[in-house]
Antibody
Framework: EVQLVESGGGLVKPGGSLRLSCAAS????????MNWVRQAPGKGLEWVSS????????YYADSVKGRFTISRDNAKNSLYLQMNSLRAEDTAVYYC?????????????WGQGTLVTVSS | DIQMTQSPSSLSASVGDRVTITCRAS??????LNWYQQKPGKAPKLLIY???SLQSGVPSRFSGSGSGTDFTLTISSLQPEDFATYYC?????????FGQGTKLEIK
């Protein structure tokens, strides 16, 4: 069974840091691009960052550029998101999602999400 | 960046109804359009990719159409489990923006 499991969320003060992890299983992790998508409470989905299978291509949303760093360890089947200089507006559930890249790309599956709360 | 606009933002319907949700892109995205369903407290689930291709395991009452800038998601006969929020997403260029969502509620 293809599965993604996020961890690392929690309560952090503004200006603080947090590292999210996403453990993948049931598929060849090193063959897929991966993404982080977040959802603020009661709001819609916002794409945050993506990383290609070999980490050659990395992209960020403008809202997190310079503060967040995406990375992966293919030997450990794991995806990471290092979040620094956190702000209240970064409060959200963070999902990791596998990206299928064919002629068109799509996200499937998604993990269950991990909640990040930025508050003093 | 490409912007995605869904309409309506919310919709009330009854079991058995035919429902259509619209998604418009700010520029042409060919068929680079995906649809996701999200239920409260759950992760999004892929329904439709490439504008009209049904993801494996998704009931055939779901269908997608469109190309260029205008797209639709249609549910032919609403079932109780279909009441959820639906999002479109463009994958033509990075960032892969999502629409703001359409919340489908029971009338």
């Amino acid at each position: 069974e293809v599965q993604l499991v996020e961890s690392g969320g929690g309560l952090v003060k503004p200006g603080g840091s947090l590292r999210l992890s996403c453990a993948a299983s049931g598929f060849t992790f090193s063959s897929y691009s991966m993404n982080w998508v977040r959802q603020a409470p009661g709001k819609g989905l916002e794409w945050v960052s993506s990383i290609s299978s070999s980490s050659s291509y990395i992209y960020y949303a403008d809202s997190v550029k310079g503060r967040f760093t995406i990375s992966r360890d293919n030997a450990k089947n794991s995806l990471y998101l290092q979040m620094n200089s956190l702000r209240a507006e970064d409060t959200a559930v963070y999902y990791c999602a596998r990206e299928t890249v064919e002629v068109i790309n799509w996200f499937d599956p998604w993990g269950q999400g991990t909640l990040v709360t930025v508050s003093s | 960046d490409i912007q995605m606009t869904q309409s309506p933002s919310s919709l009330s319907a009854s079991v058995g109804d035919r429902v259509t949700i619209t998604c418009r892109a700010s520029q042409s995205i060919s068929s680079y359009l995906n649809w996701y369903q999200q239920k409260p407290g759950k992760a999004p689930k892929l329904l439709i990719y490439a504008a009209s291709s049904l993801q494996s395991g998704v009931p055939s009452r779901f269908s997608g159409s469109g190309s260029g800038t205008d797209f639709t998601l249609t549910i032919s006969s609403l079932q109780p489990e279909d009441f959820a929020t639906y999002y479109c997403q463009q994958s033509y260029s990075t960032p892969g923006a999502f629409g703001q969502g359409t919340k489908l509620e029971i009338k």
